[in-house]
Every structure is written in structure tokens, then in C-alpha cells.
């Protein structure tokens, strides 16, 4: 599964000083959705709005995406 490491941004948006509803403008989002995505409240995700929020971020995709691997059992 992979999943969005809301901390990162959280942890980004701080260092740039930038609001939810700042980093949603400077993304070109809805506000609600913007924060819907850095609460972790979304299943899912465009890669649109993937790249939008790491351009406003100035970081690359991979720095927010996190892969979980499914073991089978044994």
C-alpha cells in the first residue's frame, strides 16, 4: 500500500511558514482538499495534486510517499 506521510508536509509547510489555506492557494487546490490531504483524510489522491503540493513545497513526490509492503504469511 502506499500511503502520504502527512508529517513531511506538515514538517515542510512550518518551515516555509505557510498556512493550509497558503499552501492550498500556492497549489491551486481548494482549501478543503488541501487539508483533507495533509490530515491524512483522503484514500486517494491525483498525481496532479501530488505534484502541486510538492512544487509549492519545493520537495519531489518520493519524499512524501510511502510504501508499505504486504508480507504473506508463512
Not at 502520504?4 to 518551515?15: D, F, L, Q, S, V
Request: aromatic share 4%; charged share 20%; hydrophobic share 40%.
Amino acid at each position: 500500500m502506499v500511503t502520504i506521510n502527512t508529517e513531511k508536509i506538515a514538517t515542510c509547510r512550518k518551515e516555509r511558514g505557510l498556512t493550509i489555506t497558503a499552501l492550498a492557494q500556492a497549489a491551486g487546490m481548494s482549501y478543503r482538499g488541501c487539508w483533507n490531504i495533509c490530515r491524512g483524510k483522503t484514500r486517494s489522491m491525483k498525481f496532479d495534486s501530488l505534484g502541486a503540493i510538492c512544487s509549492a513545497l519545493h520537495i519531489e513526490p518520493g519524499e512524501l510517499l510511502v510504501v508499505q509492503m504486504n508480507r504473506p504469511k508463512v
